[in-house]
Every structure is written in C-alpha cells, then in structure tokens.
C-alpha cells in the first residue's frame, strides 16, 4: 500500500486561518503607511520649489496645507510641521501618531516621522 501525501482538512483550515488574520493586519497597518508615502512626497514637493530661497515660513507652511488639502491627508496637520533651516538650504519635518483600531480593545499604535532636506 503507498503512503498517502498532502494536507489534512484541519491543515488547510488552520492555513486559511493565517491568511486571514495577515490579511487582516495588513488591511488595518498598510493604510496609515500609505499615508506616511503620501506626506514624505509633499514634503518633497514642497522643498523642491525652483524659489525656496525666497519663500517665507508661512509660505512653506500654506503651500503644504494646500499639498495635505489636495491628498485628502488628514493624519497630519500644518501644526505638526517643523522647518528648520540647514547651511545650504532647508530642513522639513512631521512627527505624529496614528491609532488604529485592531480587534476589540485591542489598537495598533504607529509612530511616524517624515522628513525632506533641500539638499
């Protein structure tokens, strides 16, 4: 008698499981990273204007508010930006949190920060 090979039906239901669960995770994770990808791009907009030597703070500030307004991004805010000026040009920052539900009482906590230097 040959020897049979494959996988139990508790086999595959406990693989169903796994892939649920991951698919799961990454459907409540991968949208706050999208965010994240979406925010580092703007700061990147905004530092690379042909006349950022010219350009005030508030100018800066107004054109990423625009930029946030445009994406539909809310996780951050024109409050949370921080501009810092570097020797030969400048430096854009953002730090903020995202809590997103899980299961239950259970929430993710991620912690981001972005950030563009004009060199």
């Known amino acids: ?21 991951a698919a799961y995770a990454a459907a409540r994770v991968v949208p706050a990273y999208m965010d994240y990808w979406v925010v580092k791009r703007i700061m ?6 042909p006349d950022l030597a ?19 991004v809310k996780v951050v805010s024109v409050d949370d930006l921080v501009i810092d000026p570097i020797p030969n040009g400048l430096r854009l920052s953002a730090s903020y ?15 981001f920060r972005a950030e563009a230097s004009s060199q």
Request: with cysteine.
């Open 1 to 21: 008698m040959k020897r049979q090979r494959g996988i139990t039906l508790s086999g595959v239901f406990f693989l169903m499981f796994l892939l649920g669960f």
């Open 54 to 72: 010219n350009l005030k703070e508030g100018d800066l500030r107004l054109k990423f508010a625009k930029e946030l307004n445009l994406n539909n």
């Open 97 to 111: 949190s995202v809590k997103e539900s899980f299961m239950g009482p259970v929430s993710l906590c991620m912690d």
């Open 44 to 49: 990147r907009n905004v530092i690379e204007q």
